[in-house]
């Protein structure tokens, strides 16, 4: 069973905002809040942490898209975006800026669930692709510490590489910590005695 969802509908034209609502209440959603005015949009989001945005524009302006934009890359939620006309610069800004759905032309009540469902799941696969990029990241910089230290402690000791790598795990299991953390206290040490 899928949990409710808290959704934000951001749409200045009342009747498109309804459409989209009437969509989502028949839908099984019912923590629906509709924003009609862009200024304060921010702040609204900020207080009522929905789990999804929507927004509809019918014909947005450059202006408009690039607020709207900016505002996206900061909210860390899925967003799915309806918009009645497109091109191809406006797409792609839209990829750039997060937005997990972007519709053109398509803002029919029966068709907001499955987009909404898709959108979710977008935004799922790729903050999972995000987290993976930063642990591969951050693997590797821990590695890159651990052979600097290993370095340091084989001219410094006189230590082959295994040896070196053996004192710093034995020293990491001695005082409870990781690896990366005994390799950086090694590092901070050698550049503070200049070595």
Request: cysteine-free; proline content about 2%; charged content about 30%.
């Amino acid at each position: 069973m899928q949990t409710a969802l808290s959704i934000i509908i951001f749409d200045e034209n009342r009747i498109r905002a309804s459409i989209i609502e009437e969509g989502l209440r028949e839908a099984g959603h019912d923590q629906v809040v509709v924003l009609n005015d862009i200024v304060g949009l921010a702040r609204q989001i900020e207080l009522i942490r929905p789990d999804v945005i929507v927004i509809d524009i019918e014909t947005p302006n450059r202006d408009m898209l690039e607020h709207l934009f900016q505002l996206t890359r900061s909210v860390r939620k899925p967003i799915a975006m309806f918009v009645d006309s497109s091109d191809t610069s406006s797409i792609e800004a839209a990829v750039e800026a997060g937005v997990s759905a972007y519709v053109v032309d398509g803002l029919k009540k029966e068709r907001v669930k499955p987009i909404l469902d898709m959108a979710v799941s977008r935004f799922k696969a790729f903050s999972r692709l995000q987290q993976e990029l930063a642990d591969a990241r951050s693997a590797l910089e821990e590695r890159k510490i651990i052979e600097r230290a290993k370095g340091i402690l084989m001219k410094s000791r006189k230590l082959s590489e295994d040896e070196a790598y053996g004192l710093l795990r034995q020293t990491a299991m001695n005082e409870k910590k990781k690896l990366a953390d005994i390799a950086q206290s090694i590092v901070m040490a050698a550049a503070i005695l200049g070595s």
